[in-house]
């Protein structure tokens, strides 16, 4: 199923002829280091280019008996390259060429996940300023809240992604390092300059310092930071199956023509879409997880963390490409029902605007304790099938005493609870760089 949606360009990031030729750019640029100190003839590192070719099965051949991929590889090189091929490898360590090429594999398949989300954000930000007045009812705790309207509930999720561009961006710089410091990271065999000179050539910066590995808390951020995307993506998915629910029925994902919803049921519309992100989420949240356990290394290095990598690293990213695609679509079709958003948020008979008659009442010089009694004793008839709030708060003699019957009209209007949404959505939707400081001023606490 992945494999189907999975889009071509991140497939390819992973593919294992892609990351040899990675690892032969890596050795080629540090041959090329190598010829700018004088430590290979010049034009080394070119004749080497012209000549190597990757044969994933020669390679898969040679580690058969040698039971190590790093030196497969160098071996097979050997077929085409020739006599250059003793100026490969000078005073690296696999972790040399392998940290520093998955390092550029996983800035290559961030930045496509950086371009879903900002497709993400796009979609949202659309819909939330097609339904910013769009009436619905809030809910906590499951149970009719106040009036909020659907665009605002959109925006949240847009802040909320934006957050995730932030923190991406963030750890693309933690995560775009590479190592070129030999077997316990001192330098021991080649000096720094080699490090920095084919960091450069590939678009990567030098780890400061390094053991025989790049640390992997680097690695556990970028996958953590996956996982918080999707525990977001889960997020909406799971609002969208709820509203998607027969009793609710506010909004729901699209059903298209000749769409089949169940083998038995010919009248079911799931919400599979939906379904199918909430389940993908635990795959990234517990990957992220085996990061973290691969922090932990004995003394300057072991290879615990390597198999584990092999999974997570395409394992999540795949996924989250593929659920960006997937959430994108969703959020761009859904189906959205403003008459039936209406109908719900005026299905407990004015109860939602109970806050507001307390307040009212507070304002108009009664006292709080009394006030609340008061509406909370009509709400609790109402609940019972007394009759609507507004009704009944017409008809008590406390709140008659304080309020003209127009006042208490008034209370029951929902356009009250969306007076401040402009302002809320120019911070929200204003460029992120124009946002207020947030540093304290001189006493804060």
């Known amino acids: 199923m992945i494999d189907r949606y999975t889009r071509p360009r991140m497939k390819a990031i992973w593919d294992l002829k892609h990351k040899y030729e990675i690892w032969l750019e890596v050795e080629l640029q540090a041959c090329a280091a190598f010829e700018r100190a004088g430590q290979a003839p010049r ?29 497969a590889f160098l071996e097979s090189l050997m077929d085409t390259v020739g006599p250059e091929h003793r100026f ?41 300023l097609r339904h910013k007045q769009t009436v619905m009812v809030g809910r906590s705790h499951g149970i009719h809240g106040e009036p909020i309207s659907f665009g605002f509930k959109l925006a949240i999720w847009y802040e909320e992604v934006a957050r995730h561009l932030e923190r991406l961006r963030q750890v693309r710089g933690e995560i775009a390092v590479g190592k070129l410091s030999g077997a316990m990271g001192t330098f021991a065999h080649q000096g720094p300059e080699v490090e920095e000179y084919v960091c ?23 996958a953590t930071a996956l996982a918080l995307l999707a525990a977001t993506i889960e997020k909406i998915a799971t609002e969208i199956r709820h509203l998607q629910r027969t009793e609710v029925l506010e909004a729901e994902e699209y059903f ?10 010919p009248h079911k519309r799931n919400p599979i879409v939906s379904e199918n992100l909430c389940g993908l989420a635990r795959l990234v949240r517990a990957n ?34 593929y659920m960006l695609a997937k959430v994108t679509d969703l959020i761009r079709h859904l189906v959205v029902y403003p008459a039936r958003m209406k109908r719900n948020l005026e299905l407990t008979g004015g109860l939602v605007y109970s806050q507001r008659l307390l307040l009212t009442l507070v304002e108009k010089g009664a006292q709080r304790k009394e006030s609340y009694e008061a509406v909370q004793r009509n709400a609790m008839a109402s609940w019972q099938g007394a009759g609507g709030l507004q ?6 003699p406390f709140i008659g005493r304080h309020l003209k019957k127009s006042e208490i009209a008034a209370c029951f209007n929902p356009k009250y609870y969306l007076r401040h949404l402009d302002q809320i959505f120019r911070r929200v939707f204003q460029p992120r760089r124009q946002r207020g400081s947030t540093k304290r001023t001189k006493g804060a606490r």
């Open 43 to 71: 034009g080394t590192a070119a004749k080497i280019r012209r000549k190597a070719r990757i044969n994933v099965e020669r390679i898969a051949e040679i580690e058969k008996v040698t039971k190590h991929d790093v030196i």
């Open 88 to 128: 490969l490898h000078m005073g690296l360590t696999s972790s040399d060429i392998v940290d520093t090429s998955l390092a550029v594999q996983m800035t290559e398949a961030l930045d496509l996940i950086l371009e879903g989300v900002e497709g993400l954000a796009a979609a949202l930000k659309q819909q939330a």
């Open 200 to 222: 450069a050539k590939l678009g990567l910066t030098p780890d400061p310092v390094s053991n025989q590995v790049v640390q992997r808390d680097r690695h556990a951020a970028y």
């Open 256 to 265: 298209s023509e000749g769409q089949k919803g169940s083998s038995a049921m």
């Open 288 to 321: 992220s997880l085996a990061a973290m356990e691969n922090v932990a290394l004995w003394h300057e290095r072991d290879i615990s963390h390597s198999s584990v990598e092999r999974v997570i690293m395409p394992d999540s990213t795949i996924l989250i490409d």
């Open 391 to 396: 009704q009944l708060a017409e008809q008590d």
